[in-house]
T-cell receptor, first 117, second 111 residues
Framework: GAGVSQSPRYKVTKRGQDVALRCDPI?????LYWYRQALGQGPEFLTY????????KSGLPNDRFSAERPEGSISTLTIQRTEQRDSAMYRC???????????????FGPGTRLTVT | RKEVEQDPGPFNVPEGATVAFNCTYS??????FFWYRQDCRKEPKLLMS???SGNEDGRFTAQLNRASQYISLLIRDSKLSDSATYLC????????????FGTGTRLQVFP
């Protein structure tokens, strides 16, 4: 079946512009996570949703970053007034389980490479 | 101090070698542990969960030492296709439910 998809795959934007990154999780997956990954580093947690409810946004760097998942499926990560330091790979992941246990797995999307010039 | 620490490597080993990666975590509330594999320019994928009693999946063996807050991954009989970055991951469920990833250890297997 279809995996996690993200769009756009690449986004180049000018400093000060707003960007919206989309994540389409695996159908039926209840939890959805957003990460940021710098080159040579592991994914860094940003925020997550169970169904449509945002549970933890402690990883969002500042108030220019926001995320929503209004219908419990597709999610959008929005970055307002982008800055060069926002340049990174943004990944989302989804899971069929709400919490860890046997067989817990997060399935990652291919990511959106954001470049702010 | 990072919540999950790994030696970034790279580890360069010949085919057939045995290689071990280690990882330490700082949050004693961590409840579940995993190894993910990430190929160059690809997304991370679950390699295996890590259980308290240790577990094996083919050539891969994972160990957990809760007292020392230490996780290990052993790869026996390395293949060229094992070349990748191996990410140590812990699950934190205190006031949240999230995965914390280490920086990853890069493995390069050569012929």
């Amino acid at each position: 079946g279809a995996g996690v998809s993200q769009s756009p795959r690449y986004k180049v934007t000018k400093r000060g512009q707003d960007v919206a990154l989309r994540c389409d999780p695996i159908s039926g997956h209840v939890s959805l996570y957003w990460y940021r990954q710098a080159l040579g580093q592991g994914p860094e947690f940003l925020t997550y949703f169970n169904y449509e409810a945002q549970q933890d946004k402690s990883g969002l760097p500042n108030d220019r970053f926001s995320a929503e998942r209004p219908e419990g499926s597709i999610s959008t990560l929005t970055i307002q007034r982008t800055e060069q330091r926002d340049s990174a790979m943004y990944r989302c992941a989804s899971s069929s389980l709400l919490t860890s246990g046997d067989n817990y797995e997060q399935y990652f999307g291919p990511g959106t490479r954001l470049t702010v010039t | 101090r990072k919540e999950v620490e790994q030696d970034p490597g790279p580890f360069n080993v010949p085919e057939g070698a045995t290689v071990a990666f280690n990882c330490t975590y700082s949050n004693s509330a961590s409840q579940s542990f995993f190894w993910y594999r990430q190929d160059c320019r690809k997304e991370p994928k679950l390699l295996m969960s890590v259980y308290s009693s240790g577990n094996e999946d083919g050539r891969f063996t994972a160990q957990l030492n809760r007292a020392s807050q230490y996780i290990s991954l052993l790869i026996r009989d390395s293949k060229l296709s094992d070349s990748a970055t191996y990410l140590c991951v812990v699950w934190v469920s205190y006031n949240t439910d999230k995965l914390i990833f280490g920086t990853g250890t890069r493995l390069q297997v050569f012929p």
